[in-house]
């Protein structure tokens, strides 16, 4: 009877541990799951420890319009201070908004400082006693870390609504790249879908591609800017993507990476392992800021609005999308021929074909030869039938070359253009002057196209010194280490007897490293403005205050804004939109000509140029047509070297020749000043010092977003990246040229 029931008891035995088995370990494995990390899906959800950043972003995205501003602590999103209301219909001008706002921030900073040097919480009053609750502890750290967020609920809308015009398209490529289709709603997080949206640190594109990243997968040129189309920078999106999850094998980390970029996130992985909240809470870097760790967190909330929009967004009506017909141009044309033999407006172009930049728009440059242009199928049925009907001597084999020239004392107008051989018309209308504009020693001019000429297109001038003028009005500087009066008064563009006579100094050799100097105003000002020439005034500062203001409002003239604010101290002359990016490239290594140590280095085509703002290695082998690998060699540079602002790099010119290089490397630089200035404007400038801890990296991004390039042009007697602590330098405080 046991041998009998012997086996039936193995069998329960066997059946009870198949059940516990799969009751048990089945939540286990599906927990796992959702941690795995595939190229073609992952379950995107929030992890734990990142629910108060995804919950604030949520906020943002489908609760708060841009008529809101979000006041919160930058680490903690749990800590809102107040959502201050900006006004529905007419809104608050940016100048009262800053000011609305600034009231609010100094509002709350003074209540948490008042908390801190508080020794007994239960005495504080109703508002100190909401905000010692809502932050809890470190209220003076807590005091600097204010920010102001504005609502973007309106804007996400439109987004929806505009997606709907490239939504099936996008999901087809990311489908073909095998990519999670949860992917397609980073552009809601970049640009809110807007095919011309452009970030003051160059970033272009309802992908928001910067130039660096860009010429990695698209043509980022100065006649296209395919960032700007939004099917293929989807292409390159996708690429971008599948890159960053190959090299990171997660993908948060690598939807992270799209906005810190690959190799900072390998470092984070390296030191802190693969899980996204370990990153945002423990890495370090000085360009790891608030936008990068809260990337993915706006990632996941934008996700979770588009998935539940019929909640937030009820009734919302996606744009239809157009079909396109398409043709490439086999040869070089200029937009007024297609114009005419297709029937189209010269907006109607540019709106088929948001990667054509405005030289080529506007005719200074011509569609290059290769371009696939679009238009709508319905109302251009008979695309290639148009093209072929266009005749061969509207047909071009070369682009239209572009020419600068840095003008010399003793110039005019009609001399440059005698000898460039064009005329005075056409160099009003290439450089947007009118007959009452003149020029100047140092403008940057450009030259109609029309072949080479024997003489160089660029030229330097010798820039006449400003006769210096004294108000009384100072700012601080701290001596640094090897510092004296001779270097300082060079520095600042002022006399040594100044100094002496500001400071009380009987003896200019007792100089000590951290002494603080009154060094005069304008000159600091000067250095900055007599190159940008854009301001109407410059206005002194504030009692005791250590920097002051220029106020740039256009729509005022010169008098009511001198009326407004006082006595001015130094005299600007106002100009027209187009002079002050020209005169910011008057001592820019980029447009000067490349040097030849010697005739001996000349005959061997070996240059060489000065490193400037934005240029690469890779940069310059493009423009000179050859290998990176060479240029190191000839530089005895190793793959990993550092390329420093103002370092010399020879350049082999045996495949392209020096003004070929000169052109491309201009046009580089120009196309990136021409994106910037048709979106933003200059409002004022703010001269403060450099404060201790500093970094000129935090100035620029975390601080003002500012590119480098313009900080240092408005900064040009300094190396921006060797400022000291105390010393005195000009921000150019920028605002979109049209609000949206």
């Known amino acids: 009877m046991k041998s009998e029931t012997l086996p039936v008891y193995i069998i329960k035995i066997i059946l009870l541990s198949f059940v516990l088995i799969f009751f048990v370990q089945a939540p286990v494995q599906a927990s796992l799951n959702r941690e795995v990390h595939t190229l073609h899906h992952y379950h995107f959800s929030t992890p734990l420890g990142l629910e108060s950043k995804v919950n604030f972003w949520k906020k943002v995205y489908s609760e708060y319009s841009t008529n809101h501003a979000i006041v919160h602590d930058m680490d903690n999103l749990n800590i809102i201070y107040e959502v201050v209301y900006l006004g529905d219909g007419p809104k608050l001008s940016r100048r009262a908004r800053e000011r609305k706002l600034g009231r609010t921030k100094r509002k709350y900073k003074k209540i948490l400082l008042q908390i801190a040097r508080s020794k007994d919480p239960t005495k504080l009053k109703s508002e100190a006693k909401r905000i010692y609750d809502l932050v809890k502890s470190n209220f003076r750290k807590a005091s600097r870390r204010m920010r102001v967020q504005i609502g973007q609920k309106d804007r996400f809308r439109q987004g929806l609504e505009r997606s709907g015009m490239f939504k099936d398209k996008i999901d087809q490529i990311f489908n073909e790249a095998k990519l999670p289709l949860e992917l397609t709603v980073l552009p809601h997080v970049e640009s809110s879908f807007q095919v011309n949206a452009y970030s003051s640190a160059g970033a272009a594109g309802i992908w928001q591609f910067t130039r660096g990243t860009g010429r990695l997968f698209m043509k980022v040129g100065y006649d296209v800017d395919e960032r700007r189309d939004p099917i293929l920078s989807t292409v390159a999106a996708a690429k971008l993507l599948k890159s960053n999850f190959n090299a990171l094998k997660s ?53 979770h609005v588009v998935q539940n929009r019929e909640k937030y967004f009820p009734g919302i009506r996606f744009d239809k999308p157009q079909k396109m017909s398409s043709v490439v141009f086999r040869d070089y044309l200029h937009i007024n021929n297609v114009m005419s033999h297709f029937g189209m407006t010269r907006a109607e172009v540019s709106e088929y074909n948001p990667a054509l930049r405005k030289p080529v728009i506007s005719g200074q440059k011509r569609i290059p030869r290769g371009f696939t242009f679009q238009a709508p199928s319905d109302k251009f049925p008979q695309l290639q039938a148009l093209y072929k009907s266009i005749p ?164 005022n003239s010169v008098k009511a804004s001198a009326q407004k604010a006082g006595a001015p101290n130094v005299e ?10 020209n005169k910011m490239n008057e001592n820019r290594p980029a447009f000067l000509p490349v040097a030849f140590a010697s005739d001996a280095t000349r005959s061997s085509g070996i240059g060489v140029i000065t490193v400037d703002f934005d240029e690469t290695l890779s940069h310059y082998a493009d423009w000179a047509k050859l290998s990176v690998r060479k240029i190191l060699k000839l530089n005895g540079m190793r793959s990993r070297s550092r390329l420093d602002i103002h370092a010399k790099i020879k350049v082999p010119f045996t495949r392209t020749d020096p003004d070929t290089f000169a052109e491309r490397r201009q046009e580089y630089h120009k196309g990136i000043q021409e994106d910037f200035f048709n979106n933003f404007k200059i409002n004022k400038l703010l001269v403060r010092n450099v404060s201790k801890g500093e970094t000129i990296w935090e100035i620029c991004n ?39």
């Open 251 to 303: 993908w948060p980390l690598a939807i992270t990476a799209y906005n810190h970029g690959t190799q900072g996130m390998r470092r984070a992985k390296k030191q802190y392992g693969g899980h996204i909240v370990d990153i945002i809470n423990g890495y370090r870097s000085r360009t790891f800021g608030f936008a990068s760790k809260n990337f993915y967190a706006e990632f996941l909330a934008a996700l």
């Open 392 to 555: 061969g001597s509207a047909r071009y084999k070369k682009q239209v070359r572009s020419k600068w020239y840095t003008v010399r004392r003793g110039d005019t107008l009609s001399g440059v253009a005698s000898r460039f051989r064009t005329s005075v018309n056409k160099l009003y209308a290439y450089n947007n002057l009118n007959h009452r504009n003149k020029i100047y020693v140092g403008q940057v001019l450009r030259l109609p196209g029309r072949g080479d000429s024997a003489r160089s297109a660029t030229r330097v001038a010798k820039v006449k010194r400003t006769r210096r003028t004294y108000s009384g009005e100072t700012v601080s500087y701290r001596v640094r280490r090897n510092d004296n009066l001779t270097k300082i008064a060079r520095r600042f563009d002022t006399d040594i007897n100044e100094l002496l006579r500001l400071n009380g100094i009987n003896d200019p050799d007792q100089l000590f490293p951290g002494q603080k100097l009154k060094v005069p105003q304008e000159t600091v000002v000067a250095q900055a403005v007599n190159k940008a020439r854009s301001m109407p005034k410059i206005y002194p500062p504030a009692a005791n205050k250590e920097r002051f203001t220029l106020k740039v409002d256009r729509s």
């Open 572 to 581: 600007i002359k106002f100009v027209s939109n187009n002079e002050p990016m």
């Open 702 to 740: 975390d601080i003002y977003s500012i590119p480098f390039w313009l900080l240092a042009s408005y900064n040009p007697e300094k190396d921006i990246h060797t400022l000291s602590v105390g010393e005195p330098i000009v921000i150019p405080m920028i605002s979109p040229v049209k609000a949206g």
